[in-house]
């Protein structure tokens, strides 16, 4: 179930099982009749139901409500919610682990020794909240994480240069948490195996051999994240 602002003010409501899909019909003037002809629209609310009719009965329910009690609906979910200066480019949690799972690469924004910030591109893979990615076992990645493990994971989906707009269509998505280094063997394999059945299926036979091999100068590390956000441009 989600809330959209429109153009002039006023607030929609509606039900759908994929809002950045959803959304994005919204924005393009090919949504609800409502929508169309009150654009712009941006998303300022939204809840996960368990399945579509709970999602059709609290929109119904959501429908009947006051505008003061839509707007104090909204402004109880901003503020669990990063502030972002484009709102309507904000996209639920659901759309930022989307991204997560099918970036090529993120890039790592850390600390370092020195207190400057350093970063790098890494290879990742996600099971739950959580997200991995290998390393060597010393060096200077490693360093800043022992010494500072806060840190900032960014994605990049899909991205199109509109040239002749002068712009770029794009999806992105900023992570937060804390990277702690695995050292359980049986995670450390299944989170490898899991970044190469992701990164490199095709090759899964030699898995076994490589980590016989190479697991004892592998190192892997887990950021629990705590918040993620998800933003787009379409």
């Known amino acids: 179930m989600y809330i959209l602002r429109c153009g002039d003010g006023s607030l929609y409501t509606g039900c759908t099982d994929n809002i950045p899909r959803r959304l994005a019909v919204h924005q393009s003037g090919k949504g609800a009749k409502y929508t169309r002809s009150h654009l712009p629209v941006a998303l300022a609310y939204w809840e996960e ?20 009690q839509k707007l104090a609906l909204i402004a109880g979910k901003e503020k669990h919610m990063t502030e972002m200066r484009r709102k ?27 207190g400057m910030p350093y970063g790098l591109p890494v290879t990742i893979v996600r099971k739950g909240r959580d997200v991995y990615f290998h390393s060597a076992m010393e060096g200077r990645k490693v360093r ?19 040239q002749d707009r002068f712009t770029t269509l794009y999806e992105s998505a900023v992570a937060f948490g804390a990277a702690e280094e695995v050292t359980e063997e049986n995670e450390k394999i299944e989170a490898l195996r899991i970044l190469c059945q992701r990164h490199a299926p095709d090759n899964m036979a030699g898995f076994d051999e490589a980590i016989r091999r190479s ?20």
Do not use: H
Not at 49 to 68: G, I, N, Q
């Open 49 to 68: 139901l368990p399945d579509k009719s709970a999602a059709l009965r609290r929109e119904a329910a959501v429908k009947k409500l006051t505008r003061r």
């Open 215 to 234: 697991l004892a100068r592998t190192g892997v590390w887990r950021i629990r994240v705590e918040e993620i956000s998800g933003k787009a441009k379409r």
């Open 144 to 162: 800043c994480l022992r010494t500072n493990p806060r840190v900032c994971l960014t994605c990049v989906g899909n991205t199109e240069i509109q």
């Open 88 to 114: 309507e480019r904000q996209l639920p949690e659901e759309f930022a682990w989307e991204i997560v799972d099918k970036c090529e690469y993120a890039f790592l924004a850390m600390t370092a020794e020195d």
